[in-house]
């Protein structure tokens, strides 16, 4: 069974502060990975996504990736209260005879972002 | 931006009935999915469709589930025979190209079912 682990939160950051979301994999040869932000109610929307080893950044976010330690996480710079929201780490696992790619989520860490 | 629809927003229905659930993807976009959320769980992976056809399907997509392309733009999920745990949010998403490990999927709003 692949799964896709997050510390489920709630975690609590002051405004301005940078908010750390971590995300482990259990299938070793994942491919690529991707983290969506999702609003109490509402559906995934795609923040970023990362498919090599070391960081990538996008304005405030930078998604880091190591692979040998099967681990993502997402760093969120200047945390707004428009922010809070619950962060689902996603996987791709390894495709399996043709099929097409499928998402494994996690559970989601819930971010608070105290103004 | 170009968006992934779904109707209906919330749908209730009695047991033992039928739904069918309606997603219009993202127009240039060739693959499609449906996933279900759980109130309080995990978006779960249900079915991908590609070319007309159920490319894969998780153990959750049983016989009581359907999918069909019925035109060129709907993408729909049937449930034939509604239970209570089938109570769930629904999302579809779409996606270029499928087949290739840097695709990114895009949600619609999703369906909320409840089954009474």
């Known amino acids: 069974q692949k799964e896709v682990e997050q510390n489920s939160g709630p975690l609590s950051v002051p405004e301005g502060a940078i908010a750390s979301l971590n995300c482990t994999y259990s299938d070793r040869v994942s491919q690529s990975f991707f983290w969506y932000r999702q609003y109490s109610g509402k559906s995934p929307e795609l923040i970023m996504s990362?498919?090599?080893?070391g960081d990538k950044e996008d304005g405030r976010f930078t998604a880091q990736l190591n692979k040998a330690s099967q681990y993502v996480s997402l760093l969120i710079r200047d945390s707004q209260p428009s922010d809070s929201a619950t962060y689902l780490c996603?996987?791709?696992?390894?495709?399996?005879?043709?099929?097409?790619?499928?998402?494994?989520f996690g559970k989601g860490t819930l971010l608070t972002v105290n103004p | 931006e170009p968006e992934v629809t779904q109707t209906p927003s919330h749908q209730v229905t009695q047991m033992g009935q039928e739904v069918i659930l309606r997603c219009v993807p993202i127009s240039n976009h060739l693959y499609f999915y449906w996933y279900r959320q759980i109130l309080g769980q995990k978006v779960e992976f249900l079915v991908s469709?590609?070319?007309?056809?159920?490319?894969?399907k998780s153990e959750i997509f049983d016989d009581q589930f359907s999918v069909e392309r019925p035109d060129g733009s709907n993408f729909t999920l049937k449930i034939r025979s509604t239970k209570l745990e089938d109570s769930a949010m629904y999302f579809c998403?779409?996606?270029?190209?499928?087949?290739?490990?840097?695709?990114?999927?895009?949600f619609g709003p999703g369906t909320r079912l409840t089954v009474l």
């Open positions: 998403a779409s996606s270029v190209n499928g087949g290739t490990p840097t695709d990114t999927q895009y």
């Open positions: 996603a996987v791709n696992p390894v495709r399996s005879g043709g099929s097409n790619y499928k998402l494994t």
């Open positions: 990362i498919y090599s080893n």
């Open positions: 469709f590609y070319n007309n056809e159920i490319s894969e």
